[in-house]
């Protein structure tokens, strides 16, 4: 089996390496605008899939390749945070972050020749409140500018995570038992 991953995020490289899986990387291009209506779980399939077979459709050679696509995105109040696109609204998405708790929700897609999957998890993530002049500090760090929410659970956020209830790879944007346990449903059937 070829492993492709279609991702450009560092930290799902990581993941998935510290997992053991050995792997290419290929990176396509979609739109990641939100569709009227979609939910977390239905609007990160739709990407995660669309990740991967973008990447799949450009492979020549396709035999026993499995790509891997990915998506994750953070929702509150039945509102759902992408990455920010500029310093003010990672700010103010930080602000509807503080002191409650909130959904991470990855879907990942396994797409082959002939079979393919798409799958979703959630986590849910306490956060403690932060003063203006945090949030503002921490934005200026520029950490906040690549992630869903404005935040990384693995980086300069830690503090004010204080407790989560799910699977803590996903949060990161890889939840990498659901992708194990994916592939040996794919290669077995
Ligand atoms: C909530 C959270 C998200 N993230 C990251 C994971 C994802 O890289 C990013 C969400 O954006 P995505 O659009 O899911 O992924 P991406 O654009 O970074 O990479 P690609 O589409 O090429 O696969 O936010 C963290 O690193 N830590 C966190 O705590």
Redesign the pocket.
């Known amino acids: 089996m070829k492993l492709i991953l279609a991702?450009?995020?560092p930290?799902?490289r990581d993941l998935l390496s510290q997992a053991g899986f050995e792997f290419a990387i290929i990176?396509g291009d979609i739109d990641?605008s939100q569709r009227e209506g979609e939910n977390p779980v239905a609007y990160t399939s739709r990407l995660a899939a669309e990740?991967a077979i973008a990447v799949f459709d450009a492979l020549v050679e396709t035999d026993d390749v499995f790509v891997l696509g990915?998506?994750?995105t953070?929702a509150v109040d039945g509102v759902m945070l992408g990455?920010p696109v500029d310093v003010a609204d990672a700010e103010y998405m930080l602000y509807r972050l503080q002191g409650r708790a909130h959904s991470?929700t990855t879907s990942v897609a396994l797409v082959a020749a002939k079979k393919s999957l798409v799958a979703a998890e959630t986590t849910h993530v306490f956060f403690e409140p932060m003063s203006p002049d945090e949030i503002s500090a921490y934005v200026a760090t520029g950490e906040p500018m690549?992630?869903?929410?404005a935040?990384?659970?693995?980086g300069g956020a830690a503090p004010w995570i204080t407790r989560i209830e799910g699977s803590y790879d996903n949060?990161?944007?890889l939840p990498v038992n659901l992708v194990r346990e994916m592939l040996a449903k794919l290669e077995v059937s």
């Open positions: 991702s450009a995020s930290r799902r990176t990641e990740k990915a998506d994750t953070v990455k991470v690549d992630k869903a929410g935040y990384a659970i693995q949060v990161v944007g």
